[in-house]
C-alpha cells in the first residue's frame, strides 16, 4: 500500500564508470548528472518496491533536479526521495541527494503506476 511520506534511498560510490567524462555529460572527473538521474529513479523504485499490485511497476515521467555541488571520484552519495502526493496513478517525490561533505542535489521526481504487459504492447507496436 502506497502512503504519503513513505521513502526510499539508493547509494553508490563515485567511479570512473559513472563520472561525467565517462558517460559523456561533460569532460571532468566528477559524478555525472546523468548518473546522479539514475541514482535519484533507483531510490524511488525502492520506495515502491513490493508496494504495487502484481503485474504493475512505475516508469519515471519527470525528473526536475538541481545538482547543486560536484562530487568526486572515491566519494559515496546518497539519494533519499519522499512521496509527497499520489493522484491516482501519478506518484511526486521530493528528491535529497548528498555526498559524504553536503548537499549536492534537490528536485521534484515523478513516477505513473502502469501495467507492465500492456505498456509493453504499446511501445513494441512502434517497431510494427
Same mark, same amino acid.
Given at each position: 500500500m502506497l502512503e504519503i511520506n513513505m521513502t526510499g534511498k539508493e547509494s553508490v560510490t563515485v567511479t570512473e564508470e559513472n563520472t561525467a567524462a565517462t558517460v559523456g555529460s561533460g569532460s571532468l572527473r566528477v559524478f555525472a548528472t546523468?548518473?546522479? +538521474?539514475?541514482?535519484?529513479?533507483? +531510490?524511488?523504485?525502492?520506495?515502491?518496491?513490493?508496494?504495487?499490485?502484481?503485474?504493475t511497476t512505475s516508469v519515471g515521467t519527470v525528473l526536475d533536479i538541481k545538482?547543486?555541488? +560536484?562530487?568526486?571520484?572515491?566519494?559515496?552519495?546518497?539519494a533519499t526521495v519522499t512521496l509527497v502526493e499520489i493522484d491516482g496513478r501519478r506518484l511526486v517525490f521530493d528528491v535529497a541527494v548528498w555526498d559524504e561533505k553536503e548537499k549536492i542535489s534537490e528536485g521534484v521526481h515523478e513516477r505513473f503506476i502502469v501495467n507492465s504487459d500492456r505498456f509493453m504492447t504499446k511501445v513494441n507496436s512502434k517497431l510494427d
Open positions: 546523468p548518473s546522479l +538521474a539514475a541514482l535519484i529513479e533507483k +531510490a524511488a523504485c525502492n520506495c515502491l518496491l513490493g508496494r504495487l499490485e502484481e503485474g545538482h547543486m555541488a +560536484a562530487t568526486p571520484v572515491g566519494m559515496k552519495a546518497e
